[in-house]
Nanobody, 120 residues
Framework: VQLQASGGGLVQVGGSLRLSCEAT????????MGWYRQGPGNKRELVAS???????TYADSVKGRFTISRDNGRNTIYLQMNSLKPEDTGVYYC???????????????WGQGTLVTVSS
């Protein structure tokens, strides 16, 4: 099982980026998925998450600017980031809670991270 994240890059203040994360491999069930980020000198923090029923949750710092969405048919989530600020800079990690087999407890997987840099 892999989480393949893409879409990071360099953008100016006020710009937009869209991140994607696809879960691939032998997956029995896919539960909550989300994005975390780790800025320079900071701990990893939740940015946004979404349930299998597509209910989103956002960090206060991104509400109104970021939108998380999900395509269950493609095992993919997206993070549309608008009105980007320098404090949004960091490595963004995709997370998924997924089941590998029927009857087994779901486990957490992490993607490799994609760098987002917002320059002023």
């Amino acid at each position: 099982v892999q989480l393949q994240a893409s879409g990071g890059g360099l953008v100016q203040v006020g710009g937009s980026l869209r991140l994607s994360c696809e879960a691939t491999g032998s997956i029995f069930s896919l539960h909550d998925m989300g994005w975390y980020r780790q800025g320079p000198g900071n701990k990893r923090e939740l940015v946004a998450s979404i349930t299998s029923g597509e209910t989103p949750t956002y960090a206060d710092s991104v509400k109104g600017r970021f939108t998380i969405s999900r395509d269950n048919g493609r095992n993919t989530i997206y993070l549309q980031m608008n009105s980007l600020k320098p404090e949004d800079t960091g490595v963004y990690y995709c997370h998924a809670n997924l089941g590998l087999r029927a009857g087994y407890r779901p486990v957490d997987y992490w993607g490799q991270g994609t760098l987002v840099t917002v320059s002023s």
